[in-house]
T-cell receptor, first 114, second 117 residues
Framework: AQSVTQPDIHITVSEGASLELRCNYSYGATPYLFWYVQSPGQGLQLLLKYFSGDTLVQGIKGFEAEFKRSQSSFNLRKPSVHWSDAAEYFCAVAGGTSYGKLTFGQGTILTVHP | NAGVTQTPKFRVLKTGQSMTLLCAQDMNHEYMYWYRQDPGMGLRLIHYSVGEGTTAKGEVPDGYNVSRLKKQNFLLGLESAAPSQTSVYFC????????????????FGPGTRLTVL
């Protein structure tokens, strides 16, 4: 069965600082990987996805993520955080079903200090 | 395009009451999903549908029923609400690519916050 672990429940950074959110997955084959962002009171918005090819993927809002098969990781990064990036971030994995099941991590809450 | 919409946005129920949550999508997507979101647990799949007239159970289906009579709508029902069903409910949809393969990319609605007293 596939699973996703986001080790950090809550991260606080200063505005302008760099950011890395960790995501580890468990899946037997090549996974499809996603990062979603959820602003307070809102639905989930797709930031980026990895299906195959280049292991460094670019997303919206200046985010990027790197797929590392040897470490079973798909960490999300941003070089300079803006106050508007404060939100909850979810990593998800898909694959192995005929109906597109997504398995989500527990989420990481990002707080940005001015 | 409105994308995925959910009705209502908020609801308070008493234990034992019933209600239906409506999800609508205008993207002509084949697949639709209902999730619940609880603190520290991410999103968990309740039920899903791979097409009009078909539904199936997800990870946490107990206490819920669904129907997909029209391709654009996916209804989630609670027949006898319990406090354990207090949660935020999200609907999502997905599509097949041009080659017919499942895209795996899901589009989410804004959510319904349900409180059961």
């Amino acid at each position: 069965a596939q699973s996703v672990t986001q080790p950090d429940i809550h991260i606080t950074v200063s505005e302008g600082a760099s950011l890395e959110l960790r995501c580890n997955y468990s899946y037997g084959a090549t996974p499809y990987l996603f990062w979603y962002v959820q602003s307070p009171g809102q639905g989930l918005q797709l930031l980026l996805k990895y299906f195959s090819g280049d292991t460094l993927v670019q997303g919206i809002k200046g985010f990027e993520a790197e797929f590392k098969r040897s470490q079973s990781s798909f960490n999300l990064r941003k070089p300079s955080v803006h106050w508007s990036d404060a939100a909850e971030y979810f990593c998800a994995v898909a694959g192995g079903t005929s109906y597109g099941k997504l398995t989500f991590g527990q989420g990481t809450i990002l707080t940005v200090h001015p | 395009n409105a994308g995925v919409t959910q009705t209502p946005k908020f609801r308070v129920l008493k234990t034992g009451q019933s209600m239906t949550l409506l999800c609508a999508q205008d993207m002509n997507h084949e697949y639709m999903y209902w999730y619940r979101q609880d603190p520290g647990m991410g999103l968990r799949l309740i039920h899903y549908s791979v097409g009009e007239g078909t539904t199936a159970k997800g990870e946490v289906p107990d206490g819920y029923n669904v129907s997909r009579l029209k391709k654009q709508n996916f209804l989630l029902g609670l027949e006898s609400a319990a406090p354990s069903q207090t949660s935020v409910y999200f609907c999502a949809s997905s599509y097949r690519s041009g080659q017919g393969a499942l895209s795996y990319e899901q589009f989410f609605g804004p959510g319904t916050r349900l409180t059961v007293l």
